[in-house]
């Protein structure tokens, strides 16, 4: 299950509140496209700026549209009750795995990481994805505490923050990394423009932001991975380089926002304020760019 | 108002709840030891790490006990809106300004850290310091945004994160501060291993996480610099080295927590998991250094 295509879908708000009915309409369409499994409330879900209502909420709408689709749900919070507290909603609206980000306002140590991984797997009755995204968490993992983590009773794979450009690199990387972690423990590699490289390499799943909102694009890419056709997936890779341009300079957030705003997917503006999203003309070069792709959504 | 010695109390918790009576029992203690003002859910005070209610709770206790010392409360938080309703409780409880640090998840733009300092002051009755900390927000401020921040009305404060330890270069860069800034807006100075050098270089105040749990060393320190001893304020400053390397160790809040609980000012364990505080040897050398402070708390 924790295999594939992940696909992360926004939450839109309107006015600072959910979109409801946009979220939805965002999680059924990743579902009809086929992905396999959608994680609701991962960083491009906005989860950090949500409250405990909002997230459930969000986990009980995402469950629903997704039908069959088995869906995860980021749990991740500051303080280890607040995190558990997610853990129960997601688990009650129906969440098959959790995401777990060690966030931190005050930098954590490697003691606190592990204790809070260890205290979320034994409440838990799903099992668990940890989430390695030293940007947003500044907090670095090292292998071994991966293999520290890993051998904890629930946890099911780890979203690795890339893997090298380079393929026999990569090769190596995702190698080192198996032969760390027990044998179930998938490894899924995320920061989209690393996604053909470590697929190739032989990770087991795609972590994806650009899955949420461009799901045909990233299939295309994980399909041709995944059934050994390295070179396409490639191909497909390097004919979105400009949207990863577009993540490099703004932060793949504000970006896969404008992108599901110019394709009506959610109304605009979509993100909660600090966050301004692009300006007009970072729109216009985005959807130039987006315009020359000829997808297929 | 913003000058001199603002003290920082911890919030301290038992079994995840807060303890609100060994936190008023803080602020009297800070009150009754003089200093200028104490300001509640700084970032010693794991304000990032509280709910709403717990927040609100913790501005009342504050200016319940802090008698006729101002109070300041942090309001900061990932989402305009929920920032905006720490202000509406902080207000509510008498606060007489609000600390307001760019916290992020997805790193902030200078647009965006602007238009949230807008909305906020414009939203507010009492002044608002500028809190910048980029250890814990990820955001760092130019000096030109300080400038177009500080014009807003409704600022009264930069808490800057140090100054050069070097003399002159420590008074140029406060002269250059002064240079940018309106008059009304004062200087202070956080990062306790640099209050000295920035006071002795004309800060107006000193931010300070020691003096929420060490007020006579820190007003020793602050009283020395402020009436123009210079090299009695650096000599109390290098008295306390032992704490400020113990703080470039484990970061301030971990070793403030453990000297409030070996103090008895608060239960052990205080901090929110998955903050766990210094184990028991880090603890005893922290106190051996502390013991040979010769502190008259």
Redesign the interface.
């Known amino acids: 299950m924790f295999a594939g295509l992940s696909a992360f879908p926004l939450t839109p708000l309107v006015d ?1 509140q959910l979109d409801e009915r946009a979220f939805s309409a965002l999680v059924k369409r990743l579902a009809d496209a086929g992905v396999d499994s959608v994680t609701a409330l991962g ?1 491009t879900g906005s989860y ?3 409250s405990r209502s909002e997230r459930a909420r969000v986990a009980q709408r995402a469950v629903q549209a997704a039908g069959d689709v088995p869906v995860f749900v980021g749990v991740g919070a ?4 607040h995190v558990l507290h997610h853990a129960d909603d997601a688990q009650a609206a129906g969440a098959q795995g959790l995401l777990l980000a ?2 931190s ?5 490697r ?3 592990y ?2 991984f260890e ?1 979320v797997v034994q409440r838990s009755d799903v099992p668990v994805i940890v989430y390695d995204n030293p ?2 968490t ?1 907090f670095t993992f090292d292998d071994e505490l991966y293999a520290a983590i890993a051998r904890l009773d629930g946890v099911a794979s780890i979203k690795i923050p890339g893997v090298p450009l380079d393929e026999t690199a990569a090769r190596q990387r995702v190698a080192e990394l198996r032969g760390l972690l027990p044998r179930h423990v998938t490894i899924g590699v995320s920061g989209d423009p690393y996604a053909a490289a470590g697929l190739n390499a032989g990770c087991d799943a795609w972590y994806s932001v650009v899955g949420g909102t461009l799901p045909a694009a990233a299939l295309g890419l994980a399909r041709a991975a995944l059934e050994g056709d390295a070179p396409e997936a490639l191909r497909r890779s390097e004919e979105l380089q400009p949207v990863w341009d577009c993540f490099a300079e703004h ?1 793949s ?2 970006v896969v926002a404008a992108i599901a705003e110019h394709l009506g997917l959610v109304a605009q503006p979509s993100l ?5 999203g692009l300006d007009r003309a970072q729109r216009a070069r985005l959807e130039a760019a987006i315009s020359r792709l000829k997808l297929t959504e």
């Open positions: 600072d960083s950090a700026y949500l500051l303080r280890t009750s060690p966030v306002y005050q930098t954590l140590t003691d606190e990481v204790g809070l205290t940007a947003t500044r932060g957030l504000r909660p304020l600090p966050i301004l």
